[in-house]
């Protein structure tokens, strides 16, 4: 599309000429906005530092991701003496994003990795300190099985613990950064009756950049 603005504003004289060339700089403005948030957010700001979990002492961690993995390795880092269970809730059937296949060409699965289906974790109960979805659970775009899924993972966690949600949420700051791309997130209210349907608290709610955010959750059962 930039192309074929810059072509017609080069070519094209009149109001015709100057509209596409306003176009063009809206989208160049918009493009580069768009790519200097993505530097800060995932290369400046120390989100893959993960010292937003600082809070947690897990002995046992799922993380959960839809076979785009950054994260596992840094968590066995970061708690090497975790016992850390990866899984993959990618169903090609159902998750049709074609950002998710290009994604899971891009990075190999972590080893051991399981993948599983949304609607039956292969996890006993109350087994898990934590379970981490990290910039994931939002390809499940069907708000049932969505539901379904955080079922699952209040199922997965041991009666004092966590399910701990990490994405970017359609606000203000992300649609300034992303425009158009910000649509592809799900707003707070879209979270909120996820987390609500799957009898899931909020216990903090934190900003770990202005355009990440992070929801600690635990099961109602606790909060009672």
Known sequence: MLVFLTVVALSVSGFLGLSAFVF???GLVATLTSLFVSIYVYDLSGFYQLDWLDSVTPKRIL???AGFDETSELLA???PKTDLRVCDFYDPQRHTEPSI???RNSYPPYPGTVSV???NLPFES???DVVLAIMSAHEVRDDDERAELFGELRRCIKVDGHVIVVEHVRDAANLFA???GAFHFFSRAVWLRTFDDARLAIIEER???PWITAFFLTSYATTD
Request: proline share 0%; charged share 25%.
């Open 101 to 103: 296949r290009r994604a």
């Open 24 to 26: 063009l700089i809206m």
């Open 63 to 65: 993380t959960l991701n």
């Open 126 to 128: 109350g087994s898990c």
């Open 178 to 180: 992303y425009n158009i």
């Open 77 to 79: 880092r970061r708690f």
């Open 117 to 119: 289906r949304t609607a």
């Open 207 to 209: 900003k770990i950049n």
